[in-house]
């Protein structure tokens, strides 16, 4: 069973010196830091992942946008961008940007609040992270799956 409140490990003491959150020229500040840091810490832990650092940037749609053009050639808007700047040292070292904007239009189209759909958007970057793809429709499968599962356990503990 999983952790859900704190996820210790040698690098340091708090999830917190390992999770960062930022954001960019959008107007929005992520409410429960330390909840969404601590249960961040149990995913990677459940999925044996050793997390060294993630930075999640919270932007716009044009912020994102640009970096989808710059880094991935792609001319689309998108919710999220995961970037996995590991070395080949031990430990994942993560970037993950999401579009609040993008967030937001998925929760009204999809009828879901928008909480919720940013802590799916946030999970999703998390398990990419952990080694999900969801190129291919067997993977999107899984990578829903996992999302649902750590939706309701997140709903449960918080």
């Avoid at 999640?56 to 970037?83: G, Q, R, S």
């Amino acid at each position: 069973m999983i952790s859900l409140w704190v996820c210790y490990d040698f690098w340091s003491k708090s999830p917190m010196s390992k999770i960062k959150f930022h954001t960019t020229n959008s107007v929005f500040s992520l409410k429960g830091k330390r909840k969404f840091s601590n249960f961040l810490g149990s995913i990677f832990t459940e999925e044996k992942t050793l997390l060294k650092s993630l930075t999640i940037v919270f932007c716009d749609d044009e912020y994102l946008l640009n970096i989808n053009k710059k880094f991935l050639k792609h001319h689309f808007y998108t919710d999220i961008i995961t970037f996995d700047l590991t070395a080949q040292e031990e430990g994942i070292v993560g970037e993950i940007y999401i579009s609040i904007d993008r967030v937001k239009e998925n929760s009204i189209n999809h009828f879901v609040l928008f909480e919720n759909e940013l802590a799916r958007v946030i999970f999703h970057g998390a398990l990419h992270l952990c080694g999900y793809n969801d190129k291919k429709k067997s993977e999107i499968t899984i990578m829903r799956q996992k999302e649902e599962y750590y939706l309701r356990l997140f709903d449960k503990y918080h």
